[in-house]
């Protein structure tokens, strides 16, 4: 069965300190990958995508995800978080059919 | 952002009532959704529609029905709503066509509790 598994429920950074979010898949081919955020109280916003070519993807709010097939892994990285990246993180797989499998979520608090 | 609206966008009923909730689209996408939010399990897919008319079950489907007579909206509805039906719902459109066309965009939730 496609699956997408967040290993890390909870994630506490420093602000100003680098941040990685865990997200592995299991398809048998290659899906679409994604990553969404949620702050509170709000829909999901899509922060970047991978469909094809180049492994290392860059998207919006400074954030970056590499995808490697032989770890079946697209993690979520971004060098220096600010405050405001506090929201839960979502990685999504899409294998065929238009739809979605989502991972558990992983929500990252922001230490001052 | 795209435009996409939920209503109502918090619900409290009871057991055993019947439940409607609206997703409405003004970007004349082809493919709609339906999603619950709960604690630990990510979202789930409920419903999605390919179509007016033209709907198929996700993985969380039981207790639940949709309907899509316009491509603007699509409907969900509890016959008969239970405590374990108490959840965040999203709905969410995506073109459809295809590769890089077929991220999806999402509403802002109805937050729905079930007494």
């Known amino acids: 069965a496609q699956s997408v598994t967040q290993p890390d429920i909870h994630i506490t950074v420093s602000e100003g300190a680098s941040l990685e979010l865990r997200c592995n898949y299991s398809?048998?081919?290659?899906?679409?990958l994604f990553w969404y955020v949620q702050s509170p109280g709000q829909g999901l916003q899509l922060l970047l995508k991978?469909?094809?070519?180049?492994?290392l993807v860059q998207g919006i709010k400074g954030f970056e995800a590499e995808f490697k097939r032989s770890q079946s892994s697209f993690n979520l990285r971004k060098p220096s978080v600010h405050w405001s990246d506090a929201a839960e993180y979502f990685c999504?797989?899409?294998?065929?059919?238009?739809?979605?499998?989502f991972g558990g979520g992983t929500r990252v608090l922001v230490k001052p | 952002d795209a435009g996409i609206t939920q209503s109502p966008r918090h619900k409290v009923t009871e057991t055993g009532t019947p439940v409607t909730l609206r997703c409405h689209q003004t970007?004349?996408?082809?493919?709609m959704y339906w999603y619950r939010q709960d604690p630990g399990h990510g979202l789930r897919l409920i419903h999605y529609?390919?179509?007016?008319?033209?709907?198929d079950k996700g993985e969380v489907s039981d207790g639940y029905s949709v309907s899509r007579s316009k491509t603007e909206d699509f409907l969900l509805t509890l016959e008969s709503a239970t405590s374990s039906q108490t959840s965040v719902y999203f709905c969410?459109?995506?073109?459809?066509?295809?590769?890089?066309?077929?991220?999806?965009?999402f509403g802002p939730g109805t937050r729905l509790t079930v007494l």
């Open positions: 969410a459109i995506s073109e459809g066509s295809g590769g890089r066309h077929n991220e999806q965009f």
């Open positions: 970007e004349n996408h082809r493919y």
């Open positions: 991978y469909f094809s070519g180049d492994t």
């Open positions: 398809y048998g081919a290659t899906p679409y």
């Open positions: 999504a797989g899409e294998a065929a059919g238009n739809k979605l499998t």
């Open positions: 529609s390919y179509g007016v008319k033209d709907t």
